[in-house]
């Protein structure tokens, strides 16, 4: 089948969801990833300057997208310094045209929009092993690919904890008046953490494409001793961005039921039917002073307690090396481990990035 690759338009959206929809990632419960109702909205938090392409066949009537990939860019910190950095994602194959050429289109693609030694991201689920196979052998056509860190994705559920309380410390939602010394404190930490985004707070007064459907109250402030210690977003996703049960594996299909009976009655997290979403507030844009776990563990408590509840768990994920992801593992959760790469298209342009500064992961834009 012969295949062309094309910039992704507005009137690629039907298929584009299509496709999505109909290629779940692998484990024993498959999920789907989805963009619905328009995949571009999605697209457009993942990278602030999308570039979304499809490949398709002229052979056929219509233009029926048999894959797609985004390679957009994003402002990121890499070792101090604000750089555009370019995030390889999205990246699904019809199998009908896996074994093709079709992969090495979409990498010739990008190495034709791409410097030797400008950077990009790319994460992959630690279940999709053979992508994963894909991306560690060096071959023709590749890019020079290193690994690293690993980031962990956590689903945290339950009521939250006395314990996780204490009287000098302060959480409650952000005002417009908070603006200033937030966007300090981004400033000020941002820097030191290897992959963070920039952000300009200012926008949520008037929210682009970059904070959909966001607003200040959705930021929680962390105030220890009445100084501003932390700060995280929280941000409902699924009018835009939805992950979807496609399949359970046989045991988890049996069990599902007795298992649901017992999360009704200790609040945790329910399994939906095969089609259904899961529910979840994802947390963002965390920043505490000094990696603080314990303050970030009495923010998780508060979320728990408060908005929360209005869904079955908090989404979170931390690159393993990040304190703070030793956070939610006090709470009862399920996890999903991916592993992040750094690459260059030539091999003598090998990234140096410092080992002393703490990976940030950020799901919400993953």
């Not at 945790?268 to 920043?287: E, I, N």
Request: charged share 25%; net charge positive; proline share 7%.
């Amino acid at each position: 089948m012969k295949l062309e690759v094309s910039r992704a338009q507005p009137g690629d959206n039907g298929e584009i969801l299509s496709l999505l929809s109909n290629i779940p990632q692998p484990g024993n419960i498959s999920l789907s990833f989805e963009r619905s109702p328009n995949y571009f909205h999605g697209a457009a938090i993942s990278a602030e300057d999308p570039e979304v392409f499809i490949l398709h066949s002229p052979e056929r009537e219509s233009r029926s997208t048999l894959g797609i990939f985004n390679i957009g860019t994003r402002r990121l910190f890499v070792n101090g310094e604000l750089q555009r950095v370019r995030y390889l994602h999205d990246l699904r194959l019809d199998p009908s045209v896996r074994g093709t050429r079709a992969l090495s289109m979409a990498f010739q693609t990008t190495r034709e929009m791409m410097a030797d030694d400008e950077l990009f991201q790319a994460v992959v689920l630690e279940e999709n092993h053979s992508f994963l196979a894909t991306m560690m052998r060096p071959r023709k056509l590749m890019p020079d690919l290193t690994a690293k860190g690993s980031i962990e994705t956590s689903l945290i559920h339950g009521r939250g904890a006395k314990r996780f309380q204490a009287p000098s410390v302060d959480i409650r939602p952000a005002t417009l008046d908070d603006l200033p010394a937030m966007q300090a404190l981004l400033d000020e930490e941002g820097p030191k953490r290897q992959y963070f985004h920039y952000h300009d707070l200012n926008e949520l007064k008037d929210p682009g494409p970059w904070y959909r459907a966001l607003s200040v109250s959705d930021y929680y402030l962390i105030f220890e001793d009445g100084e501003l210690a932390g700060l995280a977003g929280t941000w409902d996703q699924k009018p835009f961005k939805q992950t979807r049960v496609a399949a359970y594996s046989k045991p988890i299909t049996l069990g599902r039921p007795l298992y649901n009976v017992w999360a009704k009655a200790t609040r945790g997290m329910p399994l939906p039917r095969v089609g259904g979403c899961l529910s979840y507030l994802t947390l963002h844009t965390v920043v505490i002073r000094n990696h603080n776990t314990s303050l970030f563990r009495m923010l998780i408590n508060a979320l728990l307690q408060g908005p929360a509840r209005a869904y079955d768990a908090i989404a979170c994920g931390f690159f393993t090396a990040d304190p703070l992801s030793h956070g939610p593992r006090s709470f009862p959760r399920r996890t999903l481990l991916s592993h992040h790469f750094i690459g260059t298209w030539g091999r003598e342009h090998r990234p140096w990035i410092d080992p002393k500064r703490v990976p940030h992961a950020d799901i919400a834009r993953l």
